[in-house]
């Protein structure tokens, strides 16, 4: 497949050229709230000292592959941001731009969409989903076949069907074999599935009314409070069962023919942060300036084992590692006052905001032999472009109505020097319902309400001359500038009311 590019040229890089060889692995691994300061080497490349929360694994791939500097989430929330990335659609196309929060909600994924796994699978790729769904499912009422559609937080039990997850969850979206939490440590539910069936987490493992009053530590019971779970949830295993999941897939598939893609999609560093005193005899609970950091240590480790059991099994350089965000890191008071700063100090804001520490992501891609190490590029990168990106990897073929916003960076991956990257993208925010448009380095965000009712702008930036987004730099009075004002919002209105496409069809 190839993508038509209609966008001016921001590709800085050079890199070899490609050469053509078997169709490889690839290995899609998308943390929850890790922002740009969250990886160690660019801690140290901002202070030029030992990193706080060291990610001895995230900086070998960096080294070893590319980082981007200027790649976004789809929003700077994690449900909304799954839809966008997984479809390759901006999340206003969704029935719920805003995201889908609650477990059994219908899906925002609509019939004639594809998916990551879709493409893969068509291809003839192995595909396995391991990790945080929260993109809503279907389950049946207790003794019906009638589908349950209630909200999952909720002081009393459900009538609801948790032993099997009827439709619309990874096993029917495109993955051979999957692990799914389907709202991540941030339950309810507070449950696993393999394959679509529970798994339970222990022999006595029964499901419950999940609460402070039953829960075995009540610390696991998220901010998001109580509803279904597993009597055995324990928050400080999950990343260990999920990176051991991750690998069994990986040594089972690469005794296959065909070659494998994994959707890893690790709950870390979601709150609650419930770090285990020690992972393989090393120090983790205590060893940074948070718990918030220590779970940075945590997502390392998940990653360790992942590029492990690829070695292990000899397909390492044979396999292609994407590695991102859902959104922008978390603020941490703690870790601040010592200097570790997700947003990564460079940027203004966090996580749920419109200024671009809400979706300023690492973005790192690895491909020994065809991507050179130490690689750099800053072409603005958006999380719905991975999907395009993967259906060119894989040799995968979309139709006109899919993925409408997904912009393929493959020819970049490769070493195409003539590639030209997307000059726009549309963004969105987090509660507050701001809306975002990039175009080169203006930016403006506009405020709406969950209707996307109004768009209504409230500031305008030139990032070149104001990364920080200071507001005594926000141009949005200026008279100046009110032409820009107006096109711009113009323009974002435009797009949004054109139900085609806003790349060219390859």
Same mark, same amino acid.
């Given at each position: 497949?190839?993508?038509?590019?209609?966008?001016?040229?921001? %590709?800085?890089?050079?890199?070899?050229? /490609?050469?053509?060889?078997?169709?490889?692995?690839?290995? %899609?691994?998308?943390?929850? $709230?890790?922002?740009?300061?969250?990886?160690?080497?660019?801690?140290?490349?901002?202070?030029?000292?030992?990193?706080?929360?060291?990610?001895?694994?995230?900086?070998?791939?960096?080294?070893?592959?590319?980082?981007?500097?200027?790649? =976004?989430?789809?929003?700077?929330?994690?449900?909304?941001?799954?839809?966008?990335?997984?479809?390759?659609?901006?999340?206003?196309?969704?029935?719920?731009?805003?995201?889908?929060?609650?477990? /059994?909600?219908?899906?925002?994924?609509?019939?004639?969409?594809?998916?990551?796994?879709?493409?893969?699978?068509?291809?003839?790729?192995?595909?396995?989903?391991?990790?945080?769904?929260?993109?809503?499912?279907?389950?049946?009422?207790?003794?019906?076949?009638?589908?349950?559609?209630?909200?999952? +937080?909720?002081?009393?039990?459900?009538?609801?069907?948790?032993?099997?997850?009827? $439709?619309?969850?990874?096993?029917?979206?495109?993955?051979?074999?999957?692990?799914?939490?389907?709202?991540?440590?941030?339950?309810?539910?507070?449950?696993?599935?393999?394959?679509?069936?529970?798994?339970?987490?222990?022999?006595?493992?029964?499901?419950?009314?999940?609460?402070?009053?039953?829960?075995?530590?009540?610390?696991?019971?998220? $901010?998001?409070?109580?509803?279904?779970?597993?009597?055995?949830?324990?928050?400080?295993?999950?990343?260990?069962?999920?990176?051991?999941?991750?690998?069994?897939?990986?040594? +089972?598939?690469?005794?296959?023919?065909?070659?494998?893609?994994?959707?890893?999609?690790?709950?870390?560093? =979601?709150?609650? =942060?419930?770090?285990?005193?020690?992972?393989?005899?090393?120090?983790?609970?205590?060893?940074?300036?948070?718990?918030?950091?220590?779970?940075?240590?945590?997502?390392?480790?998940?990653?360790?084992?992942?590029?492990?059991?690829?070695?292990?099994?000899?397909?390492? $350089?044979?396999?292609?590692?994407?590695?991102?965000?859902?959104?922008?890191?978390?603020?941490?008071?703690?870790?601040?006052?010592?200097?570790?700063?997700?947003?990564?100090?460079?940027? +203004?804001?966090?996580?749920?905001?419109?200024?671009?520490?809400?979706?300023?992501?690492?973005?790192?891609?690895?491909?020994?032999?065809? #991507?050179?190490?130490? !690689?750099?590029?800053?072409?603005?990168?958006?999380?719905?472009?991975?999907?395009?990106?993967?259906?060119?990897?894989?040799?995968?073929?979309?139709?006109? !109505?899919?993925?409408?916003?997904?912009?393929?960076?493959?020819?970049?991956?490769?070493?195409?020097?003539?590639?030209?990257?997307?000059?726009?993208?549309?963004?969105?925010?987090?509660?507050?319902?701001?809306?975002?448009? +990039?175009?080169?380095?203006?930016?403006?965000?506009?405020?709406?309400?969950?209707?996307?009712?109004?768009?209504?702008? #409230?500031?305008?930036?030139?990032?070149?001359?104001?990364?920080?987004?200071?507001?005594?730099?926000?141009?949005?009075?200026?008279?100046?500038?009110?032409?820009?004002?107006?096109?711009?919002?113009?323009?974002?209105?435009?797009?949004?009311?054109?139900?085609?496409?806003?790349?060219?069809?390859?």
């Amino acid at each position: 497949m190839k993508i038509i590019t209609v966008f001016p040229c921001l %590709f800085s890089l050079a890199l070899v050229p /490609f050469v053509s060889a078997a169709q490889p692995n690839i290995v %899609f691994i998308m943390a929850d $709230d890790f922002g740009l300061g969250d990886v160690g080497r660019q801690y140290e490349e901002r202070t030029g000292q030992a990193a706080l929360a060291p990610t001895p694994t995230l900086d070998a791939l960096a080294n070893e592959g590319l980082w981007f500097s200027d790649a =976004h989430s789809p929003t700077a929330l994690c449900s909304p941001s799954r839809y966008a990335v997984m479809t390759g659609n901006y999340n206003y196309r969704s029935y719920a731009p805003w995201g889908v929060w609650g477990t /059994f909600r219908p899906t925002a994924i609509a019939v004639g969409d594809t998916t990551l796994g879709l493409v893969a699978q068509n291809a003839g790729y192995n595909t396995g989903f391991i990790g945080k769904w929260h993109l809503g499912g279907d389950f049946y009422k207790k003794g019906t076949t009638e589908i349950f559609r209630g909200k999952d +937080r909720t002081g009393k039990p459900l009538d609801v069907d948790l032993t099997k997850w009827v $439709d619309f969850g990874p096993q029917d979206l495109g993955f051979d074999y999957d692990y799914t939490l389907p709202t991540g440590i941030q339950g309810p539910i507070y449950m696993a599935f393999e394959d679509g069936i529970w798994s339970p987490f222990s022999p006595d493992s029964e499901i419950i009314h999940y609460d402070e009053r039953t829960a075995k530590d009540p610390f696991f019971i998220s $901010d998001k409070g109580a509803g279904p779970g597993d009597s055995e949830w324990d928050t400080y295993k999950i990343n260990e069962i999920l990176a051991e999941k991750a690998a069994g897939f990986i040594e +089972r598939s690469a005794s296959q023919a065909e070659p494998f893609f994994l959707c890893y999609w690790s709950p870390t560093v =979601h709150v609650p =942060h419930t770090p285990p005193v020690e992972l393989d005899g090393k120090p983790i609970r205590g060893s940074t300036p948070s718990h918030h950091t220590d779970m940075n240590r945590v997502f390392d480790w998940e990653v360790e084992k992942i590029v492990t059991a690829l070695k292990a099994a000899n397909v390492y $350089d044979d396999t292609i590692i994407i590695l991102t965000s859902d959104n922008g890191g978390l603020w941490d008071p703690v870790a601040e006052k010592v200097g570790h700063l997700s947003n990564g100090g460079i940027v +203004r804001g966090t996580k749920n905001h419109p200024w671009e520490g809400g979706h300023l992501v690492p973005l790192i891609v690895t491909w020994p032999g065809v #991507i050179p190490a130490n !690689s750099r590029s800053d072409v603005l990168i958006n999380g719905t472009d991975i999907l395009a990106t993967l259906a060119d990897i894989v040799g995968g073929s979309l139709l006109e !109505s899919q993925a409408k916003d997904s912009y393929s960076f493959y020819p970049l991956i490769k070493g195409d020097t003539s590639f030209q990257a997307r000059d726009e993208v549309l963004l969105q925010a987090g509660a507050q319902c701001e809306l975002v448009l +990039r175009q080169g380095d203006w930016k403006l965000v506009m405020q709406s309400d969950w209707e996307l009712s109004k768009m209504e702008p #409230i500031a305008l930036f030139n990032l070149a001359n104001n990364p920080k987004e200071a507001d005594q730099g926000n141009l949005i009075h200026n008279p100046e500038y009110a032409s820009k004002v107006a096109a711009m919002h113009a323009h974002y209105i435009k797009v949004r009311n054109n139900p085609n496409r806003t790349v060219a069809f390859p």
